[in-house]
DNA sequence: TGAGCGACCTAT
DNA sequence: TTAGATAGGTCGCTCA
């Protein structure tokens, strides 16, 4: 399941097609493209690398790879000496986690417990001359809260801490830090809870400090099961941000975000100056106390970007015959990498390590070794000299790192398991399982490297982006329009047992393969986009890879909350009754030649929210508004019946969040809009990007049932809401726009969905249906409360409604004369569980009927596609569904092809299985690329009969599919 | 043969 | 130890 997604074919075994060693001289063809790419950049280095006295595409001999003299680009640039008393520090942050240490040593004089193991922070960046950092912030500990109880007074507060500090004590199983304070404080403090609205009164709440983040849990269930301390009884208490991580809890009290600037003001930080000090491999390793730090929130000058290294790598291991390479048998032949600056344009190292000699390719450097050992232990320690702040590559969290980490432990590397940037900290590999509705479970691996974040650009498409195929070729060609270098997966062990012109080959290969990442991750500003959203959102970049949605609206809640001493209840998760969502209104089905205009609510959820002030603040519970003396006027009852206070009577937190996000997104475009740099217009428009997501997943948030701090009752107004609007604006269209009213027809709304209705004006032009669709937008607008609004969007001519959801049309924005584009909605065009054959069939026949409005030749060009294809006059690598021969060929073949097959669904590459005979041929062309890798199954003829016949349903599919459009159409 | 259901993917 | 929502179309499969 973990190969690496390629375009080669899966190792099925069979040796008729797979290719024998060739002798060396077939590989010896023109350079490629890339290798071109190559050369270019040796040239552009040519002069710095003669100052270096040192030509970047020699083979070395393993040596002393590491002295400054030898691969003075390896290392960061040179750290100018720094003094804490009269220089202030300021760098970066990109990465923060934190640690258990013992306070005392290494560093006195900074705050926090005295007494055993206290949790310190520990934030990595880079500053502006690129020179790395380690900041060590001390005196930050966890803390929850609970409601104090009635009539409590401090006198109470030694008795309570003492009783839940032996409570804990106890409860734990084994005490092998020999911690003897688990409660550090218990402070009475007056806070509210977020959660309804209960007149503005504060009450008592205990802060609970504990001495570390673990202790949190446990001291939260004890209260829970019930606490007896002093003259109370036994009692239970509902915990407050117990549920919060360490890491966001110190973020946002410090009013840190992600990858923001962070300066140390001279004279409130130490430097660790000698070297015994410092447990870092950064140049500046420093401690400061966490009230010291100045946080710079990102705007103006602070919304740059230090010049973060990023190391792209890419490895390649030597199978064996028809055998998925395994870390414990199959080595590892070679590994490339390339290091790029961020905001540069190329990569200023380019290395291959290869087992045995390689001839030199111009524009890179080959580094060779005889011994795999040495090859893995010097790979560790030119990643530890490079010292990434970013490491990416293509599926390289579940292939090349675990491969690498394994086949390390295999060899006895001993000291190659330390990638990360803290000395001494093994970089170890775990499981995860990830589970979410969105993305179904996923099981990962994880690896611990301390300071680095890792940017694995398969798990960021697999996020993103919805592609047909996720297959590096597959994605570098839909971006870049580029490919990997010709080399099958069947053939690797072949090059390497060739010569060091095979083993060139290979690592032209390999080099591509790191290569294309970096140049993926370039065009869709993914670390750029990232970045952003992590400064909007307020957590660590790297929880932006690994976590969900939820934590992004938490950490937004939490920092609004606290400005107002709200805080957030830890609610009890349990899976409850789905509640109604949108309408989506019947559509009038068929083929309309005239204009339809299409009108949208903007921000449909959020303007919701904000128009009616729904909240979690502002929320009335059952008989609270009798209780609190509210007057009839102070609230609202939404289409849901659940009752929200007014913004006169308090104003919600969701709102104003929502607020901030909306105009803060006009201010991010408007500065787009005026900026000219390039570099800082891709921050802008990831900026923008980043504060619409974050808008949108607010509502989500609230209806999650599994969630944080799930609200049904925020989430079900919000769409019962919607239901009303969309409803209304139908009504309100259609009894405006009629001939009675002076218009030349009655408008009819003939379709709509959620936020968006599709209207038949009667006019015969994309103009006068523009302007009137405006016209009609606005006037819908009066009619809700701001910032609800209507706008008009486009206009569809002509204008296919085949069923709710599935309709196309030619759409007109920007000019009534010529459309922007064709537009498919749930039509097979746009699906990706459909065979191309069919997807391009259906496009054709649209662009027949819609552009070239020829419905006949729709038909016909229907009709000639069935009868080529009874005729076996198509390539039938387009025609069937993956899917089915996987489940087919698993009852079938061994556990070795369902791995490999079920790996390939994912991928969802489309083959053949023509002919069919006893030995299926599968084709695993994928539809960008043109050559095809075969490999041969072996099926009984059961199963043979089974893919004929399951072809006789695709025929017939096809037969059902085409009748009914035309049917649909013109019957 | 058709109803009912689950898988999959999309619209918003 | 963690997870945004619901609506809805189409197909394949099972079962009466």
């Known amino acids: 399941m973990d190969y690496k997604r390629r375009n080669g074919g899966p190792f099925l075994g069979g040796a008729s097609q797979s290719k024998r060693g060739k002798p060396a001289g077939e590989w010896e063809e023109s350079p490629s493209h890339f290798e071109e790419e190559l050369s270019m950049f040796d040239d552009v280095d040519m002069e710095a690398e003669e100052m270096e006295g040192q030509a970047g595409h020699d ?16 290392r960061r640039p040179h750290a100018s000496s720094l003094d804490s008393s009269s220089n202030t520090l300021v760098f970066q942050q990109i990465d923060l986690d934190y640690y258990l240490g013992s306070y005392q040593r290494p560093v006195p004089g900074m705050p926090g417990q005295s007494q055993g193991k206290v949790p310190i922070i520990r934030m990595f960046g880079v500053t502006d001359n690129g020179n790395s950092v380690c900041c060590h912030v001390h005196g930050f500990a966890p803390y929850f809260y609970v409601p104090a109880p009635s009539g409590f007074t401090a006198d109470y507060l030694g008795e309570f801490k003492k009783e839940l500090n032996s409570a804990v004590l106890k409860d734990m199983r084994s005490n092998k830090d020999n911690i ?22 504060s009450q008592d709440f205990l802060r609970i400090t504990m001495a570390m983040p673990r202790l949190i849990a446990p001291a939260k269930r004890l209260l829970e099961q019930g606490l007896k301390f002093g003259p109370y009884p036994i009692q239970s208490y509902q915990a407050y941000e117990a549920n919060i991580d360490f890491e966001i809890r110190f973020m946002v009290d410090s009013d840190v975000v992600g990858c923001c600037w962070i300066e140390l003001p001279k004279g409130n930080y130490r430097l660790r100056e000698e070297k015994s000090m410092g447990v870092s491999l950064c140049q500046y390793e420093v401690d400061v106390g966490w009230t ?12 740059r970007i230090a010049p973060l290294r990023v190391l792209s790598f890419d490895i390649e291991c030597a199978g064996r015959k028809g055998i998925f390479p395994e870390p414990d048998k199959d080595p590892v032949i070679q590994i490339a990498s390339m290091v790029q600056r961020q905001g540069e344009t190329e990569p200023f190292i380019r290395t291959v390590f290869t087992l045995q000699s390689c001839a030199s390719i111009v524009g890179s450097q080959i580094l060779c070794f005889t011994q795999e050992k040495q090859l893995l232990q010097s790979w560790a320690e030119f990643l530890r000299t490079v010292d990434p702040d970013i490491i990416t590559g293509y599926n390289i969290q579940n292939f090349d790192f675990p491969y690498l980490l394994n086949r390390a432990a295999a060899l006895k590397v001993n000291l190659f398991p330390y990638l990360g940037r803290v000395r001494g900290i093994k970089s170890v590999l775990r499981d995860l399982n990830f589970q979410s509705k969105q993305m179904g479970r996923r099981e990962n691996k994880t690896i611990n490297m301390e300071g680095r974040v890792q940017f694995d650009l398969l798990q960021v498409l697999l996020r993103d982006y919805k592609l047909r195929s996720y297959t590096l070729n597959a994605v570098s060609f839909h971006f870049l329009q580029e490919q990997k270098e010709d080399v099958q997966h069947s053939i690797i062990t072949d090059l390497q047992n060739g010569n060091e012109q095979t083993r060139r080959r290979l690592a032209v290969y390999c080099l591509k393969d790191a290569y294309l990442p970096l140049r993926l991750l370039q065009k869709l500003m993914c670390v750029i986009n990232y970045m952003e959203m992590a400064r909007v959102t307020g957590v660590p970049l790297t929880y932006l890879l690994s976590r969900g949605q939820q934590i992004k609206v938490v950490s937004q809640l939490l920092r609004q909350a606290m400005k107002q001493d709200l805080v957030m209840p830890v609610i009890k998760t349990e899976g409850g009754e789905d509640y109604t969502g949108a309408t989506v209104i019947e559509p009038e089905k068929g083929y309309y030649s005239v204009p339809i205009a299409t009108l949208d609510f903007s921000s449909l959820y959020p303007s919701i929210m904000m128009a009616h002030n729904l909240c979690y603040t502002t929320l009335l519970q059952k008989g609270s508004a009798e209780k609190l003396g509210l007057a009839p006027e102070d609230f609202i009852k939404t289409p849901t019946g659940d009752l929200f206070v007014k913004s006169s009577v308090r104003k919600g937190l969701l ?8 105009s803060a997104r006009k201010r991010a475009k408007t500065e787009l809009k005026k900026e000219t740099d390039p570099f800082k217009k891709q921050v802008l428009d990831g900026r923008q990007l980043a504060l619409k997501v974050s808008a949108n997943s607010v509502y989500g948030f609230t209806g999650a049932q599994v969630g944080k701090l799930p609200c049904l009752e925020i989430s079900q107004s919000v769409t019962g809401f919607g239901r009303q609007m969309i409803e209304q604006t139908k009504q309100l269209v259609e009894s405006r726009y009629t001939i009675s009213n002076g218009y030349q027809a009655d408008a009819r709304v003939i379709y709509g969905d959620t936020d968006s209705v599709m209207v038949k004006l ?18 819908v607008s009066s009619h809700f409360t701001p910032p609800i609004k209507l706008e008009f969007e486009k206009v569809y001519y002509p204008y296919l409604l085949i069923n709710k959801k599935r309709y196309a049309g030619l759409y007109f924005s920007s000019c009534a004369d010529t459309h922007d584009k064709m537009d498919c909605k749930g039509i097979e065009t746009v699906r990706r569980d459909n065979c191309p054959l069919v997807a391009n069939l259906i496009n054709t026949c649209l662009q027949r009927i819609l552009i070239d409005r020829d419905p006949q030749g729709a038909v016909a060009h229907a009709k000639e596609v069935i009868s080529d294809l009874l005729c076996n006059r198509i390539d039938i690598s387009q025609l069937v569904i993956t899917k089915e021969l996987t489940r087919t060929a698993q009852e079938y073949s061994g556990k070795q092809a369902h791995v490999e097959l079920a790996e390939r669904t994912q991928s969802m590459c489309w083959r053949t299985t023509f002919p069919l005979t006893h030995s299926t041929t599968w084709n695993s062309s994928c539809p960008n690329h043109s050559r095809a890798t075969t490999h041969v199954v072996r099926l009984s003829p059961v199963s043979v009969a089974k893919l004929c016949s399951r072809q006789m349903v695709c025929f017939h599919y096809f037969k059902v599919f085409i009748s009914t459009l035309i049917f649909r159409l013109y019957l």
């Open 762 to 779: 009667g006019v015969g032009t994309v103009r006068e249906s523009m302007d009137i669709g405006k016209e009609a937008a606005e006037w």
């Open 59 to 74: 083979v070395i001999p393993v040596g002393d790879l590491f002295s400054a003299d030898l691969n003075p680009r390896w």
């Open 180 to 201: 003897s304070i688990t409660v550090l404080a218990v402070d009475i403090t007056r806070k509210e809870s977020i959660y309804g609205y209960h007149g503005k009164r």
């Open 655 to 662: 709102p104003e969040i929502l607020e901030n996000l909306l």
């Open 292 to 303: 010291d730090l100045i946080s710079h929130p990102a705007e103006g000058d602070w919304q």
